[in-house]
């Protein structure tokens, strides 16, 4: 009896778990593995599973799904929208939502797994499928890596994924090269002098002082980045203070920065290092301020030779068109450990999820970028027809591509 994709779908959208808390969607996936009769490794990375397909001699294809949620409030009015809870790092309850497509991405592999099982008579060679968690800390395949899943499955000629995006439905987005920039998630803890709201001269005020690094951090890439190379400089949260009348003693701002390469990550994070001590000195602090690293993810790139063999077989499995260069994506990813632990090539790639209709109008009224809910937000709701079905057909050919 084949998967029911779409109830299935449907039940990873409605119940959506953090980061390395994914236990309920393993469960859902060996379910569906087992009913397969394939075998799978559980607890890989804490919550992530693992399968293979063993059909003969050739090649050895690693396929790659992530599976975990955000901490996001769904607002998207669907009739199976997310109302989970969750609890984050610090041990607050979060609401929890799919807004980054993560339940498609197991649909379509479990989908892909069946349709592969289906067609053994007409390839062969070795399957592996990665189901991995906490894409969302960028920590799940590293975490996969140490459980020893490169050494209990066998090494891979070729690391393949897939990840949705706000395109247009049957549409595949892919780029030889750097398709991901790489990125560092920061912790910087601004030290100053506590005391009472009435008196700011005898203290050394952390929130003026964040204040003031805010609004210069977002000069390193205005104005010491050359506007032909990609950066970001992003300062996601701010933190500090408990009453209005207590200056406190510190603040903490977290920041997210990207870069197409190593010399652009090198450049970006002198130039933040740079731009925070001075900040803190000119306030005046008389504790240098802490700068940790809480994350740290390579560029994807994608090898040139395979990404031209799949264009080609993509267009000739869905017609010429179907593929388009979506542009370097500015997001980061953590699959491309898996291949560069192993040696071998990745090839990573988009495929769109949205009403061509909507799509098409929101371009011609040139208000995609505030009519197109993208990866993220609460209101990021894909289609499901034809997404569940080009998202199956399009691993399914990718994999069949590197087969024997």
């Excluded at 993560?102 to 069946?114: C, F, I, N, Q, R």
């Excluded at 506590?194 to 003031?212: E, K, N, Y």
């Excluded at 080009?390 to 691993?395: I, N, P």
Aim: with cysteine; proline share 7%.
């Amino acid at each position: 009896m084949s998967i029911d994709l779409e109830a299935l779908y449907i039940d990873l959208h409605r119940h959506p778990e953090l980061s390395f808390q994914e236990t309920r969607t393993a469960g859902v996936i060996t379910r569906e593995l087992a009913a397969l009769g394939l075998p799978f490794t559980e607890g890989l990375g804490k919550t992530g599973v693992a399968t293979r397909i063993d059909n003969g001699p050739g090649p050895v294809v690693w396929l790659r799904a992530d599976m975990d949620g955000l901490p996001v409030p769904e607002q998207t009015g669907l009739a199976y929208a997310s109302t989970a809870r969750g609890t984050d790092p610090a041990g607050n309850d979060v609401p929890v939502m799919h807004a980054c497509g993560h339940d498609m991405h197991v649909t379509a592999m479990l989908g892909a797994l069946e349709q592969l099982v289906a067609t053994k008579d007409e390839w062969s060679g070795t399957i592996v499928a990665v189901f991995q968690p906490a894409e969302e800390y960028g920590a799940g395949a590293q975490a996969m890596i140490a459980d020893g899943v490169l050494d209990a499955f066998p090494k891979p000629d070729i690391v393949l994924g897939q990840h949705l995006t706000p395109l247009p439905a049957g549409t595949v987005g892919v780029r030889p090269g750097t398709q991901m920039a790489a990125s560092d998630g920061l912790t910087v803890t601004l030290l100053g002098r506590g005391g009472h709201g009435s008196r700011p001269h005898a203290t050394i005020d952390p929130i003026v002082m964040a204040a003031a690094t805010v609004m210069r951090l977002q000069t390193i890439v205005s104005r010491e980045v050359d506007p032909r190379q990609m950066a970001v400089v992003t300062v996601g949260s701010i933190h500090a203070g408990l009453k209005n009348n207590i200056i406190p003693a510190e603040a903490r701002l977290e920041l997210s920065l990207r870069y197409p390469d190593e010399a652009g990550r090198a450049s970006v994070m002198a130039r933040v290092e740079r731009v925070v001590r001075a900040e803190a000195l000119a306030s005046g602090a008389e504790q240098e301020p802490v700068i940790t690293v809480d994350h740290s993810l390579p560029p994807t790139i994608n090898d040139a030779d395979a990404t031209a063999r799949l264009v080609a077989a993509w267009n000739r499995a869905f017609g010429e068109g179907t593929v388009v260069d979506p542009g370097m994506f500015t997001g980061s990813e953590d699959v491309s450990w898996f291949a560069t632990e192993a040696g071998v090539p990745l090839v990573y790639w988009f495929w769109g999820g949205l009403d061509p209709q909507t799509y098409a109008d929101a371009v011609a009224r040139g208000t995609v970028n505030e009519d197109i809910p993208t990866n993220h937000s609460p209101f990021f709701a894909p289609v499901l027809h034809p997404t569940i079905e080009r998202g199956v057909e399009t691993l399914v050919v990718a994999a069949r591509e590197f087969l024997a």
